[in-house]
């Protein structure tokens, strides 16, 4: 009973890390291609929304919370507003663009709050079960990242904005002729990637040390599940961090970090050598089959 | 006529810099200004300047003015090399001090050596450097941990558990921490060295409860690695943390909110709070008119750490060193460095060891509370660093180049 609770706290972590981390990029990257270098930075600025809004205006946490979340959506719009709109269709000038607002955003984040800000106690209490301890905060970010993905595959799945959307990316100059506001629906999903994004940070904000780099942390993970997650991110993306998670808890927990984090990098290799169109392609063909 | 111009000008560079160099010593400093380590460093700069300017009101050495150059080395090692060569090739300066991370440290240390460049490392780290021509104030392990590890188990029990960061720090002081645990008695429940790039340890956070230690041993570095703390206080692992790296450098338990680090010991050779525990004697008159002086010139220093008191230290002997031997030739300043050369310093006096060339130290426990607040439960008193010396390290009759560990020795 413990073993098996403990596999699944376990799994369950890896799977929400992963998820959280990737889950701004899979609008950005997975949907609009743009080669988001900053996606890091997006996270950052999540985070410190929230830190500086807690410590500060001394806000409730899930206030605090929405507080950054909002933060990151105004910052994505502007983003989008003066520099990513002429980069949509140009994935290699968006890698040097977004490269740059990344160096901009962590400097101006260090030269703003300096090298380290205070962090935020971890909310809820911790459990025991047998001779381990959980934290419950932990286990609600398990279901909160599979909560939030089912949200954004129904908004981009099942509602008419999501079918506009698609569309719009899909093929922009038929979606303008038959009358789509083809610039609204851009910003609007840019403004949902950057939210999301948004997210993670002001979830991990109360676990992490606030610093400006806090971004760098999620950047790698965000890209691998993405890329594995293939053509279509909300399909792929639940079974692409279900499979890099499984693969780095079991290899971290036979042998030790360092061969976890070399084992998930190798898997990828592999995925993307024999999946190139990754897990969502995985998918869909057998579903048409 | 362009040539012509800039001929003058170089000329006149030349000339000036030239006439500078000659009423100057200058001290080239390397350390992160920004950057991963920028936290803890900041403080250690501040304290050369601070230690400068006060030799230079009370009229310099040998008449000569003391001048820093100084670049920031941004926690990057490619850095560290560049602005080495430069400061030895370029601005000729007479001695070096820098480096907070071992791995900055020793990517420079091959160049002082080559070049014949006195150089002091002045931060805490892993031990074992044998270098005739380097010189280390910061504390070891055999002062931190044949302090701190015995301590522990004699309080909390004998079975120790070491998460160490993965490269040449977290390594050596796991095999110190091994060595020490094994003298005394105890038992290694567990060993895990975590990358540099690791954030999320709930994982790591089971294991140490499967193996049920007494004592933690966290030997972890950065800022992605202190995410530790406030995830495993989050999980309620509530073991007894011991280290040597916490709160001494980058005042963890000032900048995360409580209670991450409850239950935390840490042996440093001084932090500013040593005046406001210790309410009287040597060490609050010293501490306290360290902390004074410096924030007369710093007033906003978020803290004054003890890396910072080691840089002060560093720029202090070298001057009497240098006042010593009459000159600023390496050879001669290391040669009256390894004549017992000691500094009444913010924690009481350092003297370096001629065999070694590492400084004693007072040692003080220091213990974490839930509120992060700080206690001082214990106090060393001059603890030598004793390891190399004894293990065939002699750098005053024999030169030596060579990093040794617990596992590969000195040569006899």
Redesign the interface.
Known sequence: MVFLF?IF??LG??LA?LLLAAIGLAVIFGMMKIINLAHGEFITVGAYGTVVSGKVLNLPLPIAMAFGVLVTVIFGLILEKFIIRYLYGRPLDSVVATWGISLIVSQSF?VIF?????????P?????LG?????E??IFLIFFALFLLSLLYYLFMKTSFGTLARATIENPSISSSMGVDVKSVYTATFAIGAGLAGVTGALYA????I?P??GQ?FI?SAFITVVTAGASPFVGLVPAAAFLGTVQ?SV??FY???IG?IAILCAVILIIRYLPNGFSGLILKTRSK | MKKIIIFLISSFLIVFSGAKAADTIKLGILEDE?G?F??AV?PKIHAYELAVKEINAAGGVLGKKLEIVRYDTQSDNRRFQEFARRLIKKDKVDVVFGAFSSASRESIRGIMEKNKMLYFYNNQYEGGVCSKTTFMTGAVPEQQFSTLVPWMMEKYGKNVYTIAA?YNFGQISAEWVRQIVKEAGGTMVGE????L????Y???I??I??A?PDVLMTLLVG??Q??FY??Q??????IPMATSINVGQ?YEH???????LENMFVTVNYIEEVHDVIKSGEFHDKSKDYVKRFRALYPNE?YINMESANAYNAIYMYSKAVEKAGSTDTMKVVKALESGISHDGPSGVVTMDPKSHHGSHTIFLVKVGKGHEVTIPKIWKDIQPYWLGESGCDLANKDDYSQYTPSNPPKN
């Open positions: 403990n706290y376990q972590d890896s890390f260090l300096g090298p380290s800000y205070e962090g935020l106690q971890t809820m209490g911790n459990f025991q001779e381990f301890s959980y934290s905060y932990r109360p676990t992490m040390t610093v780099s806090i942390a790698v808890t971290t927990f030790k970090s360092t984090l | 920004t991963n920028a936290i900041v993965d895990e060295f975590i990358p790039d690791v954030s999320q709930s994982q790591t089971q294991k409860q499967k049920k800022a992605k202190a995410s406030e995830q206080a989050s999980a309620g692992l509530n980058a000032r900048r995360f909110a409580p209670p991450a978020p």
